[in-house]
């Protein structure tokens, strides 16, 4: 049986660290405004990395949100594509997860 406050206590411990952590990617980016040719390149370089890890956060939002969504209708643990129940292992590991191990591949 999956422990669903849990689940959803820890979904949105995740999704706070993620807020945080595009804010201050955000404030970074924001920042960069060297005058210096050289030190431009490096700082584009450094919001080109940035950026990604941006892209990457955001899509992990969006997992959680939909997770969270999934919780309140009463439909989190079971996978979405074939209505089995996901695994305890699997949610250990990927607790936004909407798929079950098969439905994964």
Known sequence: MIDVKA?????????????ARLHGIEEELDSHQSKDWEELAVEREEDEVLQGIGSSGKAEIEQIHAALARIAAGEYGFCVRCGNEISSERLDV????????????
């Open 94 to 105: 990927l607790p936004a997860t909407p798929f079950c191990r098969d439905c994964a591949r």
């Open 7 to 19: 689940r959803e206590t820890t979904l949105k411990f995740r999704l706070a660290e993620l807020n």
